[in-house]
């Protein structure tokens, strides 16, 4: 006899409680029932039903053996959905894991278009730049900024580059001048993330040579929009992505310093879990999201 057969002709058995209650249930006869049952105790050479006249119960093996059944029977079921799957529209609700300001400015109307697209489709995007575990917070898919460390049964698609400018708004440089070298932000008023080292200096690239510089830094906030209005305000230099900052550039509200010098490059990763990424909704999201930054993660305004 097929062996899933008998296992899910067992499943059955337990949970109906009588091997007439299955008949009945699989247009099967009393003893064909009995013969899947006897099939797999014969195979396994343990017994796994205690029978009487009047009733039947579990062995202690036939107990684990049963919820070991079920579960491999439900995996089975679960690999023929997705494959089935494979041909389907994305639909139900995703969730999305992404840092505040890549979320705001960049991943926020990429997926609104997305959802133009995909209307059976819903998406519960939450922004945070602390830490997220996808397992213990339930999500589908995280935007990684930065280098990866423990992937483990996550699978990770690189996106484009992070990349971040150094700039201030025209009333700062006419009232305090424009640094021409990395060494003079020192002399003049920064804005920077909140931390306790990264926060005292910043790191430029020329040539393919990194240079650190102290910095002075006026206003330490834990929030990239928070900074940005400090710097519209006159407050002093900011070095942040170039997604927060892009329209504020291109209207002329900051200007770009130091144009030799390139902030480090940080690499962005779309996060999903190997065993789901084949789910249509995940999958139709997540190829979206490759060919929309493609070749960038900024406004076309700066490309």
């Known amino acids: 006899m097929n062996k899933l057969e008998s296992m899910a002709m067992f499943v059955r058995v337990v949970e109906r409680g009588s091997f007439s209650a299955v008949a009945d249930e699989m247009r099967l006869s ?42 491999i029977l439900a995996d089975i079921k679960d690999s023929e959905s997705l494959a089935s799957a ?74 484009a ?12 440089i006419e009232r305090a001048g424009k640094p021409l070298t990395p060494e003079e932000l020192s002399q003049h008023r920064c804005l920077g993330f909140a931390h306790p080292v990264a926060g005292s200096e910043w790191t430029l690239l020329r040539g393919g040579r990194s240079v650190k510089v102290p910095v002075n830094i006026a206003m330490a906030v834990n929030n990239g929009e928070a900074l940005r209005s400090a710097a519209l305000n006159g407050l002093g230099i900011i ?3 170039e997604v927060l900052l892009a329209e504020d550039v291109r209207q002329g509200r900051l200007i770009p310093l130091l144009s030799e010098y390139q902030p480090l490059v940080k690499p962005v990763h779309i996060m999903t879990f190997a065993d789901r990424q084949q789910l ?22 700066l490309l």
């Open 30 to 71: 009393g003893t064909m029932v009995g013969l899947h049952i006897k099939s797999l105790e014969e195979h396994l050479g343990v017994r796994l039903l205690n029978r009487t006249t009047r009733r039947q119960s579990l062995t202690d093996f036939g107990h684990e053996y049963y919820q070991s059944c079920r579960r």
């Open 86 to 159: 494979l041909h389907q529209n994305p639909r139900g609700k995703l969730r999305v894991g992404c840092p505040v300001s890549f979320g705001a400015h960049a991943l926020s109307p990429a997926t609104a278009q997305f959802l133009t697209t995909w209307p059976d489709m819903t998406v519960d995007l939450v922004l945070n730049d602390k830490a997220i575990d996808m397992a213990e917070e339930g999500f589908d898919v995280l935007i990684k900024i930065g280098e990866l460390e423990h992937v483990n049964s996550l699978v990770a698609r690189p996106l």
């Open 161 to 172: 580059a992070y990349r971040s400018i150094v700039c201030a708004s025209p009333a700062y």
């Open 239 to 241: 070095m942040q992505p």
């Open 280 to 301: 249509p909704k995940i999958r139709f999201y997540v190829d979206f999201l490759l060919q929309h930054f493609r070749k960038s993660l900024c406004l076309p305004s």
